[in-house]
């Protein structure tokens, strides 16, 4: 049996999205001395992350006060229209702005891609220090004897369908840390263990999801309006007794990112979020952006919907949540990329003063 190769370092982080990297930003600006690991599963960083977004930059603001001038691609479409719908089978009804709470707002808020968003913090890591390591799923949570998580394995490589080990067979890797931070996203399989080892959800509320469908689209210039913000909310769900919404963003480049969601504690068995998509990409008010364009991309995720009295305890021996691992998503601001970065460099702060206290 091959034995496995075994790599220390001061903070591993699982999941290269933006919790893991603007915590592993934080700890090299913290100190630079510190040795930090970014594992990806994915093939490159942004691989898994499919989705436009509205992002509030308080986060990414404190993490690089100048990020409007290094390039972020974030920086190139600020919101301009901010538009709320309530749909109707053929129609719609735009709700006022007056009548709308300030938290609906996204006056100051910039939209784009989060996947080049995270590709472009996954430069600034590297350019800091941290080494990133796409390709490699963290798969096992390593304890020491007294119960304390102190590191994880990456997945094995060649391994059949049945289990055999084919001829290109490799261990993964131990990665020893002195902490670990878990960024995996919404229902990460690790985590998912460590609510359960450490008992996490004792004094919160079920965490409960969404399913967000994600389209790509490049559409006719005309209709392009950069900057536009839409979201929506009704039909079609209300004809199955569900409930979620949709949205459009007008990107950069004449793109348009749209997705619609729908929460997963539908009690009627015959939804399909799929087809709720379909459907609603045909309502007329959707359909009339869309026509003439063409799909370049398309994907799902779940999205954690459970809100505040949701989030598990985050901290355990030799570790702590962050991000939508620990669902960290505002659900009533449709927004959540600023407080999983907030959370990582908050993190971040926390175990580096620890790490500096020799703990």
């Given at each position: 049996?091959?034995?496995?190769?075994?790599?220390?370092?001061?903070?591993?982080?699982?999941?290269?999205?933006?919790?893991g990297l603007?915590a592993?930003?934080?700890?090299?600006?913290?100190?630079?001395?510190?040795?930090?690991?970014?594992?990806?599963k994915?093939?490159?960083?942004?691989?898994?992350?499919?989705?436009?977004?509205?992002?509030?930059?308080?986060?990414?603001?404190e993490?690089?006060?100048?990020?409007?001038?290094?390039?972020?691609?974030?920086?190139?479409?600020?919101?301009?229209?901010?538009?709320?719908?309530?749909?109707?089978?053929?129609?719609?009804?735009?709700?006022?702005?007056?009548?709308?709470?300030?938290?609906?707002?996204?006056?100051?808020?910039?939209?784009?891609?989060?996947?080049n968003?995270?590709r472009?913090?996954?430069?600034?890591?590297?350019?800091?220090?941290?080494?990133?390591?796409?390709?490699?799923?963290?798969s096992?949570?390593?304890?020491?004897?007294?119960?304390?998580?102190?590191?994880?394995?990456?997945?094995?490589?060649?391994?059949a369908?049945?289990?055999?080990?084919?001829?290109?067979?490799?261990?993964?890797m131990?990665?020893?840390?002195?902490?670990?931070?878990?960024?995996?996203?919404?229902?990460?399989?690790?985590?998912?263990?460590?609510k359960?080892?450490?008992?996490?959800?004792?004094?919160?509320?079920?965490?409960?999801?969404?399913?967000?469908?994600?389209?790509?689209?490049?559409?006719?210039?005309?209709?392009h309006?950069?900057?536009?913000?839409?979201?929506?909310?009704?039909?079609p769900?209300?004809?199955?007794?569900?409930?979620?919404?949709?949205?459009?963003?007008?990107?950069?480049?004449?793109?348009?990112?749209?997705?619609?969601?729908?929460?997963?504690?539908?009690?009627n068995?015959?939804?399909?979020?799929?087809?709720?998509?379909?459907?609603?990409?045909?309502?007329p008010?959707?359909?009339?952006?869309?026509?003439?364009?063409?799909?370049v991309?398309?994907?799902?995720?779940?999205?954690?919907?459970?809100?505040?009295?949701?989030?598990?305890?985050?901290?355990?021996?030799?570790?702590?949540?962050?991000?939508?691992?620990?669902?960290?998503?505002?659900v009533?601001?449709?927004?959540?990329?600023?407080?999983?970065?907030?959370?990582?460099?908050?993190?971040?702060e926390?175990?580096?003063?620890?790490?500096g206290?020799?703990q």
């Amino acid at each position: 049996m091959s034995e496995r190769e075994s790599m220390e370092c001061d903070v591993v982080i699982v999941g290269g999205g933006p919790a893991g990297l603007s915590a592993a930003i934080r700890l090299k600006q913290i100190n630079e001395e510190l040795e930090v690991v970014v594992l990806e599963k994915g093939s490159e960083i942004g691989a898994h992350i499919l989705s436009g977004a509205v992002v509030d930059p308080k986060a990414l603001s404190e993490l690089f006060p100048d990020w409007r001038d290094m390039d972020c691609p974030m920086a190139e479409t600020p919101v301009t229209d901010n538009w709320h719908w309530v749909l109707s089978k053929s129609g719609k009804t735009s709700m006022p702005h007056f009548i709308m709470p300030p938290l609906m707002s996204n006056h100051g808020c910039y939209t784009g891609s989060l996947g080049n968003l995270t590709r472009w913090l996954g430069e600034q890591a590297e350019g800091l220090g941290v080494m990133v390591f796409p390709g490699f799923p963290a798969s096992e949570v390593m304890f020491d004897d007294k119960g304390a998580v102190r590191g994880v394995i990456t997945q094995d490589m060649g391994v059949a369908a049945d289990g055999s080990h084919k001829g290109d067979y490799q261990p993964g890797m131990e990665i020893e840390a002195k902490y670990t931070l878990f960024a995996e996203g919404a229902r990460g399989n690790l985590t998912k263990q460590l609510k359960v080892t450490f008992d996490l959800e004792a004094n919160c509320q079920p965490q409960v999801y969404g399913l967000g469908i994600k389209e790509l689209w490049d559409i006719d210039p005309k209709k392009h309006v950069p900057g536009r913000v839409i979201h929506t909310q009704g039909w079609p769900l209300t004809e199955s007794d569900s409930w979620g919404g949709g949205f459009l963003y007008h990107q950069a480049n004449g793109q348009v990112a749209l997705g619609f969601v729908t929460a997963l504690d539908y009690k009627n068995p015959w939804v399909s979020p799929y087809q709720e998509f379909q459907r609603w990409k045909q309502h007329p008010a959707i359909r009339e952006y869309l026509e003439g364009g063409t799909r370049v991309a398309y994907g799902a995720r779940a999205i954690n919907e459970g809100g505040w009295q949701s989030v598990p305890q985050l901290a355990f021996p030799g570790g702590a949540l962050i991000g939508c691992a620990a669902g960290f998503v505002n659900v009533p601001r449709i927004k959540g990329s600023h407080t999983a970065m907030k959370s990582g460099m908050l993190a971040a702060e926390s175990i580096a003063a620890a790490i500096g206290a020799g703990q």
